[in-house]
């Protein structure tokens, strides 16, 4: 074979992977957007979640299913978490259920309102507290947590209502740029963030644009999924900063 066909025999079946990658995420989003509109019940990770209308919805990504397993993981018992973009609370929910003290926020009210309710559902509500913020703008400006858990929206788009919120961070991830850039100052020292982020978007420019801010990376875990792999990424406070 020509070095050239063999330079596109290695091309193509990325191509193709890409273009599949775009079919499925979009049906995906068209079949989320018209239950986001009706609400739905879902029993995941043993925790009953009412999904309101405009919430994202964990049936219909891996992330939440696999962040949620890594936080079974680890030894939270007494730690103070923080679930940035709670959404439905299943990531409040799960952790809280390991012995967390959980503090949950989400810009849109609905979310707010919707992790409430799954939390006082699961008999958790003396272990989670819920506010309405964005990122960290509507928490005391003492407070600092053992963890900072965070599905981020991760694609390079601008969001244009409360549901695509948590899909869209802005053309250039100004909302993780905006998260990253105070996430620091919320840490306790021996603290971290977990992220979770998928193949689908550009996770070097991500993991990198968070490093800059004195974060260390860490790849946690690596899990491939049909047209994706996920990545779940811890990152600690650079020591000499």
């Known amino acids: 074979m020509s070095e ?11 191509v193709a992977r890409r273009l599949l ?3 499925a995420h979009s049906f995906a989003h068209r079949l989320y957007a018209r239950i986001a509109k009706a609400g739905d019940r879902v029993y995941f990770h043993d925790v009953s979640l009412e999904i309101a209308p405009s919430v994202f919805h964990p049936r219909f990504t891996l992330t939440s299913k696999v ?8 030894e939270l018992r007494g730690s103070q978490l923080l679930d940035m973009g709670c959404g439905s609370g299943i990531l ?10 959980v503090t949950a926020v989400d810009i849109n009210p609905v979310a707010v309102e919707c992790t409430l309710r799954n939390a ?9 507290r819920v506010l309405h ?9 003492e407070t600092r947590y053992d963890h900072i858990v965070w599905n981020p929206p991760f694609y390079a788009k601008e969001p244009t209502d409360d549901a695509s919120r948590a899909w869209n961070a802005g053309s250039r991830f100004e909302v993780i740029d905006r998260f990253a850039r105070q996430a620091a100052g919320r840490l306790r020292p021996e603290g971290n963030l977990i992220i979770i982020l998928s193949t ?8 990198g644009g968070i490093a800059s801010y004195g974060f260390t990376p860490r790849l946690a875990v690596s899990r491939k999924r049909f047209f994706e792999t996920l990545k779940i990424y811890e990152f600690t406070i650079r020591t000499g900063r």
Do not use: H, K, M, W
């Open 67 to 74: 962040l949620a397993g890594y936080l079974e993981t680890i």
């Open 4 to 14: 050239a066909g063999a330079r596109g025999a290695r091309t193509e079946p990325s």
């Open 92 to 101: 409040g929910c799960v952790a809280a259920r390991q012995g967390a003290d």
């Open 133 to 141: 913020s964005d990122l960290f703008g509507g928490l005391p400006a």
């Open 120 to 128: 006082r559902a699961n008999r958790l509500q003396d272990r989670i």
């Open 200 to 207: 689908d978007t550009d996770v070097d420019a991500i993991v």
């Open 21 to 23: 990658r775009r079919a």
